[in-house]
């Protein structure tokens, strides 16, 4: 075993690819074409009404989740081999950060805005 | 294949992922660090992004996001951003196969779409700021310009960088160092891209009806 079969061995990081050379670039392709799919389908969907209309947002954001699969498996080509683990941990830790970050912030301002009681808004001063 | 067959391919020493097999090489450490970098840099937005979600509705009675946005123009944004991110790749890919004209070819579209996403990011701005919607009007507009501001700078010090790396590359040919710049630029260049989605979403579509 010599020469680049090295690698084989190591971990792999996100964005290195170990295919054939030819399917590298079908990979991009082929992301590219899913990401365009998924991009006009949320344009689509916020500006027609084929969707229930209370449903929109949460349909957009499926559709960005998709996307950002679609970008992390064929862009940044992150897989589910055993070689990736760390970088998938890393990505998981990070996500749960940006959920805890956004989703917590997001509660806790509309409960105060629920519970704050009404403010003069022209008082003189 | 079975865990026999795995174990007569890989040496015990190169246990895989698990701290086994002694320091991982360069490349692999360098990318990771970058990657654990580019993490941070999600949190980063994530407090931008509910800043902007809790602000979105805080316009002090002055323009809306569904008086502000031209969706046609955050559609042309949009592609530009997801070309340059495909010609960032195929870039990436010649430079693996040191194919030097390739590299120079998708290098020229990568940072022309990138420079037109900014050129049209900045007339928007310009456009809102000049009907009176900047950024101190109200908690809105100055969530907004907080958090597609620094996705824009962000893509400005990329296309800086991307430019300093063609000329690494123009300079010092394609040595093992430069591909691993050149590694860890695509993978920023991506994470923007992945960014982008959460503004596109949350701020243009969601907030455009």
Not at chain 2, 186 to 202: E, M, N, P, Q, R
Request: hydrophobic share 55%.
């Amino acid at each position: 075993m010599d020469g680049d079969d090295v690698y084989h061995l190591h971990d792999r990081t996100p964005g290195v690819r170990h295919e054939e050379p030819t399917a590298d670039f079908w990979t991009y392709t082929a992301g590219l074409g899913l990401a365009i799919l998924l991009t006009v389908a949320s344009f689509v969907v916020a500006q027609t009404n084929l969707l229930w209309a209370p449903g929109i947002a949460m349909g957009l954001i499926v559709l960005a989740f998709a996307q950002i699969g679609v970008h992390l498996v064929f862009f940044l080509h992150m897989g589910s081999g055993p070689d990736h683990t760390n970088n998938i941990l890393a990505l998981a830790f990070g996500m749960l950060i940006v959920f805890l970050v956004i989703a917590g912030s997001v509660w806790i301002i509309a409960n105060l805005n629920t519970n704050m009681m009404a403010m003069p808004m022209n008082t003189p001063r | 294949m079975s865990l026999t067959s795995v174990a007569d391919f890989v040496p015990a020493e190169a246990a895989r992922g698990r701290g086994g097999g002694g320091p991982a090489p360069t490349r692999i450490v360098v990318a990771y660090g970058f990657w654990i970098f580019l993490l941070s840099d999600f949190i980063l937005f994530s407090g931008m992004f509910a800043a902007y979600a809790a602000l979105s509705d805080k316009t002090a009675g002055g323009p809306t996001g569904r008086e502000l946005f031209d969706l046609r123009n955050v559609f042309i944004e949009t592609v530009c951003l997801l070309f340059s991110s495909y010609t960032a790749g195929l870039g990436a890919l010649a430079g693996e196969r040191r194919r030097v004209d390739q590299f120079y070819l998708s290098a020229v579209f990568t940072f022309v779409l990138g420079a037109a996403f900014l050129v049209i990011e900045c007339s928007e701005f310009a456009g809102m700021v000049g009907r009176g919607a900047g950024p101190s009007r109200s908690a809105f507009l100055s969530a907004f310009f907080t958090l597609v501001g620094t996705h824009g700078a962000h893509v400005t010090s990329g296309l800086l960088w991307f430019a300093y790396m063609v000329a690494q590359v123009a300079v010092k040919g394609f040595r093992p160092h430069v591909l691993q710049r050149l590694l860890c630029f695509s993978l920023f260049w991506h994470a923007l891209d992945i960014v982008w989605i959460g503004v596109l979403t949350l701020v243009y579509l969601i907030g455009a009806r």
